[in-house]
Every structure is written in structure tokens, then in C-alpha cells.
């Protein structure tokens, strides 16, 4: 009989990351008469890109960070949105700042993503912090590889010396997924659309980072008995981008959808924002 997967609990890993978030908030509030600040920046009406930043807006103030929220019609240009997160970027009560991916089509994200002060970069996005991540070096990691990394880590899975295949690479997810995995000293593939006989490497994994955007990609059957599987996808339904019921059945540890990466990411986020707090006072003196 096979033995069932163990399950990479994302909603309790960031639990902890928000009672220790909540703690530092106050004790740097505290000391500084005020709490960390993130500004968040939509662009546009998309319905989920809105949910998504009225999500991270109300854990800030469960933990006790202040948000400012900067949102901006659908027609802004990428000059008026460079113009408007490089005003960030200098104003001195901003700890952090997040731009809500995706922008419209006709905004140039990363022109958008570089106006973000790396000491500011809470999210993880910009070209600094991405050099970062790849030299194992210290900087703001991207939030969800970020937080598959921790929900790795607190469950004692030590991806070092594992074949790790990444499926996709995004800026976003499975570029930095594949960096902070190979600084961790996996051996790391990393498959895209173009990437022939992907069932077979899959199979040949240790562990496995689906990032794809298509419900249930990643089958069941091709899944090395007794890999780790991790999916990061969501997709309405509760369906990842992995076949969950069939992984189940082979892998070691799977993280669940919902509730294995996507709690991680916000999570991730808020813990940053106080991390560059702490540092943005600490050179303001
Ligand atoms: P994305 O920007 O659309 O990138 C998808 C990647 O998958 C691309 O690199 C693409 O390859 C690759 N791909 C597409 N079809 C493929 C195929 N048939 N075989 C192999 N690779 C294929 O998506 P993303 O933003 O990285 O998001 C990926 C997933 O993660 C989505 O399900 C999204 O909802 C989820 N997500 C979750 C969180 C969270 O907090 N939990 C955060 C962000 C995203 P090319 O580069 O060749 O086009």
C-alpha cells in the first residue's frame, strides 16, 4: 500500500511568520513612534489583482503595519508609473513597496519593477534583488520562491544535493525559484514551453516546483516515488497546477492547494517590510 504524502502546511508555516512579524512590528514601533509602512500600487480594475492587494493591506494591519495604498487608472502610462514608484522610492516614510503583477499590457513592468529602491524591494522583484537571490548573498527575496524555500525549511526537507525540476520561469516564480534552489546547492532543471519530454524529467526529480499556470500539468504518474512536490499553482476550484489526488499517491511531502505555497507569499511579504524597516532606520541615523 502506498503511504500517503505528507502534507508542506502553508497556512500554519505562515501563521508563524505572522505572530513573529507581529512581535518585531511592535517592538519597532515601539522604538521608532512608528509602524513600518508599505505602499502598495495597483494599476488598474483587474478583479484579482484588487483582491490580492486588499489581502496584503488587511494582514498588514493584522500584524501591525501601516499600508498606504497608491491606485492608479488602467491608462496610466509607464512614464507616469515610473514617475510615481520612483516618488516612493524616495520618500522617507516608505519602508517598502509592492506593484501588483501583472500591469497592462502597454506598461513596461520592468521598467516599472527597476524604479523600485532595492532597499525597498519588499517583494523581491527588481534586477538587485534577483542577483541576490542567484549569489545566495543577503536581499529581499521574490515572496512566493521565497516562501516555498521556508515551508521547505520548517518541515526539515534540505534541498541540497536533490535534482530539483522547476516547471516554468517566470520572473516572478520559477526564475527565482530555480536560483534560491540551486544557492541551496540542488542540482536544478528548469523546464518551460519549449522544453521537450517534460514527463520525463519530471520523473527524474528529487523535487518538484510546479510553476506553469495549467490546471493539473503535472500528472500524478509522473512523479518519482517518494519526491517532494510542490505546486504553486491556483487556479478557481482549488485545482493546482500539479494532479494532487494523483501525486498524492507517490510523493514524500505535497504542499495542498489551497493552503501550501499561496499563504506563504503574503506572509513572506509582511516579514520583509519590517526586515526593511529595521534597515531603513538604521541608516536614517
Ligand atoms: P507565467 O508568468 O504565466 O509563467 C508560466 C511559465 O510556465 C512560463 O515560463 C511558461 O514557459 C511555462 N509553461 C507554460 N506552458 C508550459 C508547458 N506546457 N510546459 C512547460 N512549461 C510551460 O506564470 P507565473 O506568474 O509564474 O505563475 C505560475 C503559477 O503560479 C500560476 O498557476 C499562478 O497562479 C501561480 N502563482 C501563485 C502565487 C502564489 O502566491 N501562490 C504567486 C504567483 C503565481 P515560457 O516561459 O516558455 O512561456
Redesign the pocket.
Known sequence: MPVPARTLDGTAAADAIYDSTAVAALEFTEQHGRAPLLATVLVGEDPSSQTYVRMKRSRCRRVGIDSRAVELPASTTTAELVARITELSQDPAVDGILLQ??VPSHVDERAAFEAIAPAKDVDGVTMASYAAMAFGEPGFHS??PG?ILRLLDVNGVDPAGMHAVV?????????PVSALLLARDATVTT?????KD?ADHVARADLVV??????E?VRGEWIKPGAVVVD????PGGI??VDQAGAAERASWLTPVPG???P???ALLLEQTVAAARRHARAAV
Open positions: 503583477h501583472p515572496c512566493t516562501g516547471v516554468g520561469r517566470s520572473p516572478i516564480l520559477g526564475k523546464c518551460h514551453s519549449r522544453t517534460l510546479a510553476a506553469v499556470g495549467k490546471p500539468l504553486a499553482g491556483y487556479h493546482g497546477d501550501g505555497v499561496g506563504m507569499t503574503i
